[in-house]
């Protein structure tokens, strides 16, 4: 994968993540959730949020015109497939637990 394609995945992950994310900040408080679900949920909401700290610190460098350490750059060809794997189970476990929830593009 060239440098310019990885840049463009790394970006489409990264958004990605943040659509579900303010989706589930929009419309899990409207949601009534047994106990099990909302475990369920908040451990695959956490699972995710791990996977996904290294987009978020690159992203938020980036956004001050900073730049990740070595080992931050270093560790990211693993990150955004394991990203992007975490949102997509958060999102496939919301969208089970409620109808409403609507598919992101």
Not at 19 to 29: A, D, V
């Amino acid at each position: 994968m060239s440098q310019a394609q990885f840049a463009a995945q790394f970006e489409r992950v990264f958004r990605y993540h943040n659509r579900i994310m303010n989706q589930l900040i929009m419309e899990l408080p409207s949601l009534a959730l047994t106990e099990e679900d909302s475990d369920s949920l908040t451990d695959a909401e956490e699972h995710m949020n791990e996977a996904c700290d290294t987009l978020n610190e690159v992203a938020s460098l980036e956004a001050v015109s900073q730049h990740a350490d070595f080992w931050t750059q270093r560790g990211l060809p693993e990150a955004v497939p394991a990203c992007e794997e975490a949102t997509n189970a958060v999102e496939r476990l919301f969208r089970k637990l409620d109808t409403r929830f609507k598919k992101v593009e």
